[in-house]
């Protein structure tokens, strides 16, 4: 197989399909919703499959012209002057969010893990039913399940060292939900008929919350938009769905992730269609990463270097950095910033040490850049994570000279390096990321670093960057000498990081888990060589 045919231009419509899409989540065989849920929501659930389901194949089916035209050249760009940026629309921040200087997340299917977030004396949490969670069934009805109890108060988790049940401490921290994103389905709730997994989360959550129960209105966190108009498909669900629950139109808030290319030109036409509902902005920044590489594939020049290689305050972030507070703090609205990878391990002090000074320095970069909060993942980062930001919010920060339409994309010239040894990192996470996937987790702790479903895609991109342009960009070898990075040495490199793992393994591993981790090794470079670069 040559370099340029190791990925595909179509990714899925390309190729053959794979075992199992995964981008579907399927209810189990036998699975009787009539028996699950009361009929009235079925009958809700329809009446929205109607409404909203085409509008999302019609947005998915423009994600992949915008994509198919920047491959071609015609890369994303800043829109023209519109209503959105010439009026002096505002938001109006309700109390109760004023503060979130450290927005704690994690997966929501992981109640031990849902308690002590919630726990942690963080302004925030985010209880995650996308990224950080596998998208099978059991892990989706679990974590709705938890959700629902986090809400009304009543999760707890049996602690087997103090053998006891820990239950949720009263505090004032808000509760934000992030569904799965526009570009997966469900399946096997409404027949033969297949959902928008976002339509169905947010209106089985909807439907059974009652307000009465909740210390705020519902908030959902918004993942994986593209364009300006997305927002409007998620602004009519929530108004479709308080319109059905007699709340106000507005009840519903959310905040949105700024995670995709295109949509860093499209944040202010984006938080306009929403200005009922959004409270503020996040900057998801590694599937930003990710997202800038796979819009620029095609283009030797940003090849990146090794991830770990490249700085938090990195050109291409920074501007962007710049430019989210701005427009956020404009409209009244907070600004959010990333999540540091790498994890603090109480029994490794040195480890332990250097994850929080980075973190330090890290949200300290976003507290300089305007940023109100941050994300972490871990309890002993919320107080460092707080400490580096004014309190509650900077929202009367705002930069004199303000560059409202900058360069959201200077080419990365100079920046970390790119080596041999990075790509067999990146091969050995990507299959012990996928092994995690099919035991049922969406993020895993691999190397002191907290890897999910987006530091996976940037890895799949950069080891596809690396093979399309061997030619053009050199990467080098253990001794400094370059090494060509043709698909047989990709494979090469999967064949020895999966040995190496499944040398590791102590001697009685069952051999069941030394067949997943080959399925995940198969998985992973086959996601690679058809070119399935979307988040799954």
């Not at 959902?195 to 209106?203: C, I, Q, R, S």
């Not at 956020?328 to 907070?334: A, E």
Request: net charge neutral; glycine share 6%.
């Amino acid at each position: 197989m040559s370099a340029t045919n190791f990925i595909t231009q179509n990714s899925f419509a390309a190729a053959s399909q794979p075992d199992h899409d995964p981008r579907m989540n399927t209810a189990p065989a036998g699975f009787e919703p009539h028996k699950e849920f009361p009929a009235d929501f079925i009958e809700l659930l329809g009446e929205l499959h109607r409404e909203f389901t085409p509008r999302q194949r019609e947005l998915l089916a423009r994600r992949a012209a915008v994509l198919r035209a920047a491959h071609q050249g015609r890369l994303p760009d800043h829109l023209p002057p519109s209503e959105a940026t010439r009026s002096s629309w505002r938001t109006e921040l309700p109390e109760w969010c004023h503060d979130q200087r450290n927005q704690m997340t994690g997966p929501a299917d992981d109640a031990e893990l849902v308690v002590k977030m919630l726990n942690s004396g963080a302004p925030g949490v985010m209880l995650d039913l996308e990224d950080s969670m596998a998208n099978f069934w059991p892990n989706l009805r679990q974590g709705i399940r938890n959700i629902l109890g986090a809400l009304r108060g009543e999760l707890t988790y049996f602690d087997k060292k103090r053998n006891r049940t820990v239950g949720i401490q009263p505090s004032k921290t808000t509760i934000w939900l992030r569904p799965r994103g526009l570009h997966l389905h469900q399946a096997g709730v409404l027949g033969s008929e297949i959902l928008p997994a976002p339509l169905f989360d947010v209106a089985l959550i909807a439907y059974t919350v009652r307000p009465e129960e909740l210390k705020h209105p519902l908030a959902f966190y918004i993942p994986k938009s593209e364009s300006a108009e997305e927002a409007l498909w998620w602004r009519d669900l929530f108004q479709a769905i308080a319109e059905r629950r007699g709340w106000p139109r507005d009840y519903i808030k959310c905040m949105a992730l700024v995670e995709s290319h295109p949509l860093a030109y499209q944040m202010e036409e984006f938080a306009y269609h929403l200005r009922e509902h959004l409270l503020g902005l996040n900057l998801g920044r590694w599937d930003y990463m990710a997202s800038l590489i796979h819009f620029h594939l095609p283009d030797p020049r940003w090849v990146l270097p090794d991830r770990n290689t490249i700085p938090h305050d990195v050109v291409f972030f920074q501007r962007l950095r710049e430019l989210l507070p701005e427009i956020c703090h404009r409209r009244g609205m907070l600004a959010i910033g990333g999540m540091t990878a790498l994890y603090p391990n109480r029994e490794d002090p040195e480890l332990n040490a250097r994850a929080l000074a980075v973190l330090e320095k890290d949200k300290k970069n976003e507290a300089d850049a305007r940023f109100d909060g941050a994300w972490t993942g871990h309890p002993d980062q919320n107080e460092i994570a707080v400490r580096q930001f004014p309190y509650p919010n900077q929202l009367h920060n705002l930069r004199v000279n303000f560059v409202r339409y900058p360069d959201l994309r200077p080419v990365p010239d100079g920046v970390g390096r790119r080596t041999l040894a990075g790509t067999r990192a990146a091969v050995r996470t990507t299959i012990r990321y996928r092994f995690g996937v099919l035991s049922g987790r969406g993020a895993s702790l691999l190397d002191g670093y907290m890897e999910d479903l987006a530091t996976d895609r940037i890895y799949r991109l950069m080891i596809a960057q690396r093979v399309r342009h061997c030619d053009a960009v050199e990467i080098a070898g253990d001794h400094g000498q370059p090494v060509r990075h043709t698909p047989e040495l990709v494979t090469q490199l999967f064949d020895e990081e999966l040995e190496r793992i499944l040398h590791e393994l102590p001697a009685e591993t069952p051999e069941s888990v030394r067949d997943r981790y080959r399925e995940a090794r198969r998985l992973s470079e086959q996601m690679i060589v058809r070119g399935e670069f979307t988040p799954v």
